[in-house]
């Protein structure tokens, strides 16, 4: 079995997301059927995340490229983030009119929908691996390589780097109102914190580096994927 490389729920909680390295993305019902099917014919999918009104979904893959898409699985708007020919894992996040990468170069940009540059967000001492907006879009966070995660406002601006964690950060997530960030880690475990970067919670895997996170929309539901190809439910209490 692939590994999950990405999960995430639609705001409107009827459908679960999830991207394996089999370069396949797939929608599910809360039932577990599935429900849509999005194959490539080569590049994995590291990243993948729903808009903020459920109605699409954008895409982050080891071609450098970010696509946003319909849930019929129709293409609408592609983004080259580096240089062809590199291979190099990207992490993309939508939220309204903005476009959210991470890259290999310890860099994320913040893109308009168009395609334009907007604000680059330096930092990381290693790869950034995972990017998250906040649910109202005023803030951001990145998780590394380097064992971080880092809380950023949409100036460029640094606000809190969550230490804790002893591998690459490969996912991270708000709450749905945004005072709880969840991220998932090579070290085998996720870690649920508060906005100030104190852990609340740790999820232990015997073993399995956690490759994805996502809060259900009412936040009474954490689901991580592993890189052993298992999608898992947790109760954050």
Not at 4 to 16: E, G, R, T
Not at 95 to 117: C, H, Q, V, Y
Not at 188 to 204: P, V
Request: proline share 3%.
């Amino acid at each position: 079995t692939d590994a999950v490389n990405a999960v995430a729920y639609s705001s409107k909680a009827d459908l679960i997301m999830t991207c394996s390295a089999d370069s396949t993305t797939r929608l599910w019902g809360t039932d577990g059927i599935m429900k849509q099917e999005f194959k490539w014919p080569s590049e994995t999918v590291n990243a993948a995340d729903f808009s903020k009104n459920g109605d699409t979904i954008l895409t982050g893959s080891e071609d450098n490229t970010a696509r946003l898409w319909n849930l019929q699985g129709k293409m609408i708007k592609e983004i080259k983030v580096l240089k062809p020919k590199k291979n190099i894992p990207t992490a993309a996040s939508p939220t309204e009119n903005k476009i959210l990468t991470g890259a290999a170069d310890n860099s994320s940009i913040l893109w308009a929908m168009g395609g334009d540059k907007l604000v680059t967000f330096k930092g990381h001492s290693e790869t950034v691996n995972a990017v998250a907006f906040s649910p109202g879009g005023d803030s951001i966070i990145t998780g590394s390589n380097d064992g971080t995660a880092i809380l950023w406002n949409l100036n460029g601006d640094s606000l809190k780097t969550f230490k804790g964690h002893s591998g690459n950060i490969n996912s991270v997530t708000f709450s749905q109102n945004g005072d709880r960030v969840l991220t998932g880690s090579d070290d085998d475990s996720a870690f649920l914190w508060n906005r100030e970067g104190k852990i609340i919670k740790q999820f232990k895997f015997q073993p399995g580096k956690v490759i994805s996170v996502a809060f259900s929309p009412k936040a009474n539901a954490i689901l991580t994927g592993s890189a052993d190809g298992k999608t898992i439910l947790w109760n954050p209490e």
